[in-house]
C-alpha cells in the first residue's frame, strides 16, 4: 500500500455493502446502505495531545458520514481522524 496517513489520521477498507434482492428486485448500489464497519489498513504516527491507539488490521466501527472517500487503484477506501473512529470490533 503506497498510501501513508499522516498525523492522526488512519486509512479504512469498508467492508462491502450486502446485496439484498427481494421478490426479483435488485436493490442498486446507490440505494445500499453505507457499511460502518472496516479494516484498518494504515495509520499515522498521532499527534503529540492524542497518541495513536489504532494499529494496522484492525475491525473498525465508524459514523455513517465519517471520513473521506477517496479511490486508489481502482479500490474505495476512506481516510478519517481517529476520534471519528467509534470502537475495535473483536
Known amino acids: 500500500m503506497n498510501i501513508k496517513p499522516l498525523a492522526d489520521r488512519v486509512l479504512i477498507q469498508p ?3 450486502e446485496e439484498v434482492t427481494m421478490s426479483g428486485i435488485i ?5 445500499k446502505e453505507k457499511p ?6 494504515a495509520v499515522g504516527t498521532g499527534t503529540k495531545d492524542e497518541p495513536m491507539q489504532l494499529k494496522e488490521g484492525d ?5 455513517k458520514y465519517a ?3 477517496i479511490e ?6 476512506l481516510i478519517m481522524r ?6 475495535i470490533v473483536g
Open 82 to 87: 481517529q476520534s471519528d473512529v467509534f470502537a
Open 59 to 63: 475491525e473498525v466501527l465508524y459514523g
Open 67 to 69: 471520513g473521506t472517500e
Open 27 to 31: 436493490i442498486p448500489d446507490s440505494a
Open 36 to 41: 460502518l464497519r472496516g479494516k484498518v489498513l
Open 72 to 77: 486508489f487503484e481502482g479500490e474505495k477506501y
Open 15 to 17: 467492508t462491502a455493502a
